[in-house]
C-alpha cells in the first residue's frame, strides 16, 4: 500500500533473467536491506544493465555498484551520495549517466528521459523520438544536460513571458524581436514586463540559454565550434566564448566554495582536438 492509499500488484524477483533492472525509492536518502543487496549483486547474471532514478542510487551504491564509477543522483543529495560512497565520481550536473551497463538519473522527471536514453542505445535515435512524441514530452533533453536551467532560474509567472521564451528555446537562432512578437508585445513593453517578472534582460536570459544549449552541444556532439555558433544563434566562436565567460558557470547547490571554476568549453574542445587532454584553460575574470 502506497502512502497515497493505492495499492500495487508486485512479482517477487527470484532467479529470472531481466534484460533491465531499474531501482526506485521514495523521498528520504535510502539505506538497502540486506536481502536487496543480494539480489541486486546476483543480477549481474540475470540483468543486461541496471539503472537507479534518483535516491535509488545510493541502494546501488550499497550493492557496490558504483565503485570506480561515474554517477548522478538528484543536485540536492549529490553531496551526500558522494561522502557515503568516494570511491564513486559523482557528477550532480547532469541528466543522467550511463558508466557501462550502470545507468543512473537525477531527479524523478529525469528518469524518463533516461529510459529514452536507454531506447536511443538499443534501438536507434527514430524509435526514440517516436517514443519521446507518443509520451508528450515538451523537450527531450540528452544525459549530458544540466540539472540547472537558465530558463528555471528566471521563474516567470506571466503566460507572455513563458510564451516568449518557450520560442526563444526552440528558436535559438530567432532576434530577440521575434521573442517580443511571441509575447505579442513591443520590444520595449515586453523588455520592461521581462525585468518586472525575472529581474533579468531578455536579451541576457537567450544568451545564457544559448550558451547553455552551446555547452550541451560541445559535450555531446563532434561538430565544429563554428556551426555550433551558428546553431545557437551566435555569430562566431568568439561571441560564443564571451557568453560562457560571462556566465562564469554559475556556483552549484553543493557549494561555491567546494568547487574549483571550470572550464571554458571552447577551450576543452579546442585542447581535446590538439591532444592537450591534461591541460585546463579557463576564461579570464571580468572586471
Known amino acids: 500500500m502506497s502512502s497515497s492509499g493505492m495499492s500495487a500488484l508486485t512479482k517477487g524477483l527470484y532467479a529470472d533473467v531481466y534484460d533491465t533492472l531499474i531501482v526506485g525509492a521514495g523521498l528520504e536518502i535510502p539505506t538497502a536491506s540486506p536481502g536487496l543487496v543480494r539480489l541486486l549483486r546476483s543480477s549481474d547474471e540475470n540483468a543486461r544493465r541496471v539503472a537507479a532514478i ?27 551520495l558522494q561522502e557515503r560512497f568516494p570511491s564513486c565520481r559523482v557528477d550532480m550536473d547532469k541528466i543522467f549517466i550511463e558508466d557501462g551497463t550502470i545507468w543512473t538519473s537525477a531527479g524523478m522527471t529525469a528518469g524518463i528521459d533516461l529510459v529514452i536514453g536507454m531506447i536511443e542505445r538499443d534501438h536507434g535515435n527514430e524509435l526514440a523520438r517516436t517514443v519521446a512524441k507518443s509520451m508528450v514530452m515538451y523537450h527531450r533533453r540528452s544525459g549530458g544536460q544540466s540539472q540547472h536551467s537558465a530558463l528555471l532560474d528566471s521563474n516567470a509567472r506571466e503566460d507572455r513571458v513563458q510564451r516568449a521564451m518557450n520560442h526563444a528555446r526552440a528558436n535559438l537562432r530567432t532576434r530577440l524581436r521575434g521573442t517580443a512578437d511571441a509575447a505579442s508585445l513591443s520590444p520595449r513593453q515586453f523588455a520592461r514586463l521581462f525585468r518586472d517578472e525575472t529581474g ?3 536579451a541576457k536570459a537567450v544568451e545564457m ?42 556556483d552549484t547547490p553543493i557549494g561555491p566554495k567546494r568547487r574549483r571554476p571550470p572550464r571554458d568549453p571552447i577551450a576543452r574542445r579546442a585542447s581535446q ?9 579557463r576564461p579570464a575574470a571580468r572586471g
Not at 222 to 247: D, K, T
Not at 273 to 278: C, I, R, S, V
Request: glycine residues 8%; proline residues 2%.
Open 273 to 281: 582536438a590538439e591532444g592537450w587532454k591534461g591541460r585546463s584553460t
Open 54 to 80: 534518483c535516491l535509488g542510487a545510493f541502494v546501488l551504491g550499497d550493492a557496490g555498484f558504483l565503485s570506480g564509477r561515474r554517477a548522478t543522483t538528484h543536485w540536492r543529495y549529490a553531496k551526500a
Open 209 to 250: 540559454r544559448r550558451a547553455e544549449a552551446a555547452k550541451s552541444m560541445l559535450e555531446q556532439s563532434r561538430l565544429p565550434i563554428e556551426e555550433i555558433a551558428r546553431e545557437v544563434g551566435v555569430e562566431n566562436r568568439e561571441r560564443m566564448r564571451l557568453a560562457f565567460s560571462r556566465m562564469h558557470w554559475r
Open 200 to 202: 533579468t534582460t531578455p
